[in-house]
């Protein structure tokens, strides 16, 4: 459907969470990058991470000798087109780059903050605990939810004082984007030249997020609804990529086991590349590989630790950080 570039006869593997919902990985922050590399034509298989529940380098795609980690210079579509490993826009030959950009700026802030507030705050705990915490221990889940929940409202700034303003103007402006979007596209099958661009990979994954994962009381959900293009528009790319099932080409390397038994991928991506896409005879563990296992084997404990010290930070009276304007309200749950 789309283009790579001459690097695309490399194999990539793409480290994401649990498919659900329908949907071949349920992490918002996954999907666009899975959508990018669909939409893109590529050779990459798919893994499933559920050791790093809370951990912001993943999604993560290892190609080569590189690694595009989610929390680096920008996440992994970014990179992937500085490296010239992937570039969707690259084929466009009559792009209006400001108009691109714009158009991408809306989708990753206005849209991506709705994500944020609506996943983490609006509609309860059921998604986002199934998505990131369902393979965990109950209390060490919780407690990261909670977590998870209290730094969601630190960097939207949603306060007890605030709550009702900044809800008003996080779903104004995903209406705007919305409304926006909706005239860009009109009945064209792509947002540019229909030809695919990271625009339609970021949206799509947004849209696609909305309508099968998101109850149907969601705000979020109930006004993309109101525009029958750009719900057409996901759809119609849905069926096209075949993502009800998943493709022979893009087979996890786990997809006979349940997705909750994953556990940390083989390829890792704090030691750099190396990884192949055919299995290899059994061989000798790098120093390299010997500490990232270390690190995966006491990942829990470290959480469990971090988990202490943030509820005694909370427990601490006075703290003007942890106040009753900012303090999470465990009562939502």
């Not at 915490?133 to 929940?149: A, E, V």
């Not at 209290?150 to 009702?164: A, R, S």
């Amino acid at each position: 459907m789309g283009d790579s570039r001459s690097s695309g006869d490399r194999h990539l593997f793409l480290v994401a969470r649990k498919p659900r919902f329908g949907l071949p990985t349920a992490c918002p922050s996954c999907l666009p990058v899975y959508l990018y590399l669909k939409l893109a034509n590529a050779d990459f298989t798919v893994e499933f991470d559920s050791s790093f529940p809370d951990s912001d380098h993943i999604p993560y795609v290892e190609y080569g000798e590189s690694v595009a980690l989610n929390n680096e210079k920008g996440g992994v579509i970014e990179l992937l087109k500085e490296e010239a490993i992937l570039d969707l826009n690259a084929k466009h030959t009559s792009l209006a780059i400001p108009d691109l950009v714009s158009t991408k700026a809306m989708v990753s802030s206005w849209l991506y903050e709705a994500i944020l507030y609506e996943l983490w705050i609006a509609i309860g705990g059921d998604v986002a605990h199934n998505i990131y915490f369902s393979d965990l221990p109950w209390p060490i889940g919780k407690i990261l939810h909670w977590k998870k929940i209290y730094n969601v409202k630190k960097l939207l700034g949603v306060t007890k004082v605030n709550c009702e303003e900044r809800e008003l103007e996080i779903y104004k402006k995903a209406n705007e984007a919305y409304e926006a979007l909706s005239l860009k596209l009109g009945d064209q099958v792509f947002f540019f030249d229909n030809r695919p661009t990271d625009v339609d990979a970021l949206f799509l994954g947004h849209a696609l997020f909305v309508l099968h994962a998101l109850p149907e009381t969601s705000e979020l959900r109930s006004n993309l609804l109101k525009h029958d293009n750009l719900v057409k528009y996901a759809e119609h790319l849905k069926a096209e990529l075949q993502l009800d099932s998943t493709p022979s080409s893009t087979q996890p390397s786990s997809s006979s086991k349940d997705a909750s038994t994953s556990s940390a991928p083989r390829r890792k991506p704090s030691s750099g590349w190396g990884a192949k896409p055919n299995p290899k005879p059994k061989k000798e563990k790098t120093e390299e590989e010997k500490k990232f296992r270390r690190r995966a084997k006491y990942f829990l404990a470290t959480q469990l630790v971090a988990v202490l010290v943030f509820l005694s930070l909370m427990g601490v009276p006075g703290d003007s950080e942890m106040d009753d304007e900012d303090a999470v309200d465990y009562d939502e749950e």
